[in-house]
């Protein structure tokens, strides 16, 4: 196995070539070339990059396939406080390389595919789009470390037993079961 490593990954390759060959590709990508990524998040630092590491291969049934792993430290938007949070993206997939949709469907259900021209990948969008698939739909703070846990503590005081307090006090439905319970 042969492996190539660079300070930026290749915009573009022969995917099927380096598949035949079981070449490694490493490298990082710049976050502000991957433009749909960029307009995800809440920022990332400037020079920030997504470190890649990308094996090609074929199966035992001569399918070609890429093995990758990224990483990447971006901020978010927590959704609790609406403020930053620092969060580092990681992501281990294996694609099946296709040329068509006929193609993808063929693929076993664990490989997702990755629409290729005949010669070309291009592997900074498919950085990207793995990117924006592990995004966490609702960006969080830890509890604890969250500037709004203050407000939180306000609305849902808490007992030692780590339980909601219930408050006690008139119920606004007894009124509904005080009706139910009266015969005309």
Known sequence: MSKASSAELPKTVDPYRLAEQKIVLEGDIPLKALHRFGDSVYGFEDGAVCHVKLSFSMDSERRRMVE???ETPVTLECQRCMGPMQKTLVSRFTLGLVTS???????PKELEPF???EFSA???????????????PFPLHERDEC??????EAFEPVDSGDE????SGDNPFSVLADLKTKKH
């Open 101 to 107: 949709d006929e193609q993808a469907q063929q693929l």
């Open 68 to 70: 990758g792993e990224l």
């Open 115 to 117: 629409l290729t021209d």
């Open 164 to 167: 909601p307090v219930k408050k």
């Open 122 to 136: 291009n592997l900074w969008s498919m950085t990207e789009d793995e990117l924006l698939l592990v995004l966490p």
């Open 147 to 152: 500037p709004a846990r203050e407000e939180l």
